[in-house]
C-alpha cells in the first residue's frame, strides 16, 4: 500500500488503493470456495505447495514488473501540522 501511495498521483490514488482492497475481497472469496475443493483433491499438503507456488509467482511479478520506489518523496496529504501542537 506504501508503495501504491507512492507511484500514484493524489487524483487517482482512492481509487488504486480501492482496487486493491477490491482483490483482497475477491482473491478470499475465490479462496473460500476453491479451497476445500483443492483440499479434497490434492490433500492438506497440496494447499501449502499451491500457496508456495503462488507466492513464486507473486515474488516474480514483484521483481519482473513492480517499479522500484522512488528515493524519497513527500506527500502532500500526509504530514504533521505544527499548528496541532500549539495551545
Avoid: N, Y
Avoid at 507466492?55 to 521483481?63: H, K, S
Amino acid at each position: 500500500m506504501a508503495l501504491l501511495a507512492d507511484q500514484t498521483r493524489e487524483e487517482i490514488r482512492t481509487a488504486a488503493m480501492a482496487t486493491i482492497g477490491l482483490s483482497i475481497g475477491v482473491s478470499f472469496a475465490i479462496a473460500m470456495v476453491l479451497g476445500p475443493w483443492l483440499a479434497a483433491w490434492a490433500g492438506l499438503a497440496g494447499v501449502f505447495w499451491f500457496t508456495a507456488l503462488l507466492t513464486l509467482v507473486g515474488l516474480l511479478v514483484l521483481w519482473r514488473w513492480v517499479p522500484a520506489a522512488p528515493r524519497r518523496r513527500r506527500h502532500r496529504d500526509v504530514g504533521m501540522d505544527r499548528q496541532q501542537f500549539k495551545a
